[in-house]
């Protein structure tokens, strides 16, 4: 058996070294704080479709198994570190979500995650867009907005549209059927297997659905819709990078953690603690900003032409 050698090459691995330092040259660059969050919490990522790994501390002072979990993004702490008066921070960190492996996907992986006061979404953008051009060099990006996506290439307004149009779209053009109801289901659907593939080009989305804010600001737009100030950014048909303008509001913050919680519970998922330190952070007081999440692994992928993810690791699932 040869499985105890890494899947990637000795050259994808120096590739990753360098990687990394390009990537922290341009935040020393820019003035941009390196952290060092922990893995571990006791509270867990409270949306429905992330489902993160379980541990158990056993030690002094305990006088059961104190449950935590490893963390689906340093997105919590380090919201914490701006409440503090960090200033501008990233974190190159190790991130686990269960039940994720795949060509794109390994259960363990690695997030590039910043955040930079007095930014909005749309300055973050031309950031990430600074970063991915340094270190694969693919050429302009464009940005769409959520519904210029739809209408280009489904021709239709996605705020606007019935789930029986957006389901009659799906069947007509996947020849599918299927009694789903849930209307950011099918724009998933549509987004995911007929326009996901054709974002070639570096593409910024923007203004996504309210319904799909997570903890993206909600605002209403020109035409009297109220969208998510968050993007996401397609190069090569893959989703490289998930960005929001912040939720700063600490009890909108805590109803939307409340509103999961139900979700899952209408899903028949097992609930699990929220995170009332990071509530507590708000509270104290969250500089404006935005923040911005971006895989690693696939920028990587990306750079070296790789198509499946254990090109690029060292150890993936099946050799851990």
Known sequence: ?????????????????????????????????????????????????????????????????????????????????????????????????????????????????????????????????????????????????????????????????????????????????TTMDDRDGWLNLLISHLIEPKLRQPTFIYDYPASQAALARVETDSEGVAIARRFELYVGGVELANGYFELVDSTEQACRFEADQRHRQQLGIESLPTDHRLVEALEAGLPSCAGVALGVDRLLMLATGATHINEVMAFPLDRA
Not at 17 to 35: D, G, H, P, S, T
Not at 151 to 158: A, S, T, V
Request: net charge neutral; charged share 25%.
């Open 1 to 177: 058996m040869t499985d105890w050698q890494p899947s990637a090459s000795l050259k994808l691995i120096r590739k990753r070294a360098k990687l990394y330092r390009l990537i922290r040259e341009f935040f020393a660059q820019r003035k941009v704080m390196e952290v060092d969050t922990p893995v571990l919490s006791a509270a867990a990522v409270s949306d429905p479709y992330l489902y993160p790994m379980r541990t158990e501390y056993q030690g002094p002072g305990t006088v059961n198994e104190t449950p935590l979990y490893l963390q689906t993004s340093p997105e919590y702490p380090m919201k914490r570190l701006l409440a503090a008066g960090s200033g501008a921070i990233y974190q190159l960190a190790k991130a686990f979500r269960n039940g994720e492996s795949g060509a794109m996907h390994n259960p363990e992986f690695c997030m590039l995650e910043w955040y930079r006061p007095g930014f909005n979404d749309h300055k973050l953008m031309d950031e990430v867009a600074a970063l991915v051009q340094l270190t694969i060099g693919c050429g302009r990006s464009e940005k769409l907005s959520y519904r210029e996506l739809f209408q280009r290439y489904l021709d239709i307004d996605p705020h606007q549209a019935t789930v029986a149009e957006l389901k009659s779209v799906a069947e007509e053009r996947l020849e599918l059927s």
